[in-house]
């Protein structure tokens, strides 16, 4: 099995800046064999929704709503995932997951970190 462990959620003032960390541990065997991590977002009353993608060679995709604010990146030694948060707006307010999915397509979440927007 994979643990997911996000760290970084906070109270941010709109404009303000947050960095997100996912740490997996685990299974050394399904960590040699991760493929996508990513983040998903899911504010109160919404669904939850993807947020940003980093395939194991580095290949990124965003969410209209993201691009050019937030930047994913990864450190595959140490089995990590970043989200870089840049102009935060309040509408970013939500609970942020760490996906990582394998290369037999299973999926493993995180517990989720809370964002918060305000001033």
């Known amino acids: 099995q994979v643990q997911l462990v996000e760290s970084g959620g906070g109270l941010v003032q709109p404009g303000g800046s947050l960095r997100l960390s996912c740490a997996a541990s685990?299974?050394?065997?399904?960590?040699?064999?991760?493929?996508?991590m990513g983040w998903y977002r899911q504010a109160p009353g919404e669904q939850r929704e993807l947020v940003a993608q980093?395939?194991?060679?580095?290949?990124?995709n965003y969410a209209d709503s993201v691009k050019g604010r937030f930047t994913i990146s990864r450190d595959n030694a140490k089995n990590t995932v970043y989200l870089q948060m840049n102009s935060l707006k309040p509408e970013d307010t939500a609970v942020y997951t760490c996906?990582?999915?394998?290369?037999?397509?299973?999926?493993?979440w995180g517990k989720g970190t809370l964002v918060t927007v305000s001033s």
């Open positions: 996906n990582a999915r394998d290369i037999l397509s299973r999926s493993y």
């Open positions: 685990g299974s050394s065997f399904i960590l040699n064999n991760i493929n996508n």
């Open positions: 980093i395939t194991h060679s580095g290949s990124t």
